[in-house]
């Protein structure tokens, strides 16, 4: 439990790559897209070590889940892109952010965070097929407490926007 909480503590550490973007608007900046690229692949890595070192699958399981897992992953990492466009862009209005941008903004995180919600409930039929209902679940617990700490991350980083 030690090392899932040590290793969590670490994903959330690694997420402030899109702060970087916040704090560098104005300044030119040292963090690239293929910087960027990178951590995320680190991310998606250290994610896969926490998701494994709490599900206790048999051979047969896991032989079944990891593929899902994977899918899975590559769908969520679509809707992350999502979101990162949008910290990338608000980073680059930060100064300057009208109305109708803010507005617009705050409407394409929020269905990046529905599109989420929509990826979590078609997996979480695909995953009772290949698990039992309880580790399906305890997947989603997993999976959700790893993203909630991400999305953590990233909204302290982010400045409120000026009224």
């Known amino acids: 439990m030690k090392r899932s909480l040590v290793l969590l503590l670490g994903v959330g550490l690694l997420v402030g790559s899109p702060a970087l973007y916040s704090q560098q608007a104005t300044a030119s900046p040292t963090v690239t897209d293929q ?21 206790v699958l048999t051979d047969a399981e896991a032989q079944k889940f ?9 769908d969520l ?13 608000y980073a680059a209005n930060i100064d300057g952010l009208s109305d109708a ?9 929020t269905e990046a965070d529905s599109a989420a919600i929509q990826l979590r409930l078609k997996y979480l039929s695909l995953l009772q097929r290949v698990l039992p209902g309880t580790k399906a679940a305890r997947f989603f617990q997993i999976d959700r407490r790893i993203g909630l700490v991400m999305d953590l991350q990233v909204a302290s980083e982010i400045p409120l926007v000026s009224q």
Not at 66 to 74: F, G, L, N, S, T
Request: net charge positive; glycine share 0%.
């Open 35 to 55: 910087d960027i690229q990178l951590m995320r692949k680190d991310l998606r890595s250290d994610k896969k070590l926490i998701v494994a070192a709490n599900m």
């Open 101 to 109: 941008k803010a507005e617009d903004l705050a409407r394409r995180w």
């Open 77 to 89: 990492a679509k809707v992350n892109d999502a979101k990162l466009d949008v910290v990338k862009e």
């Open 66 to 74: 990891w593929p899902v897992y994977d899918q899975y992953a590559a």
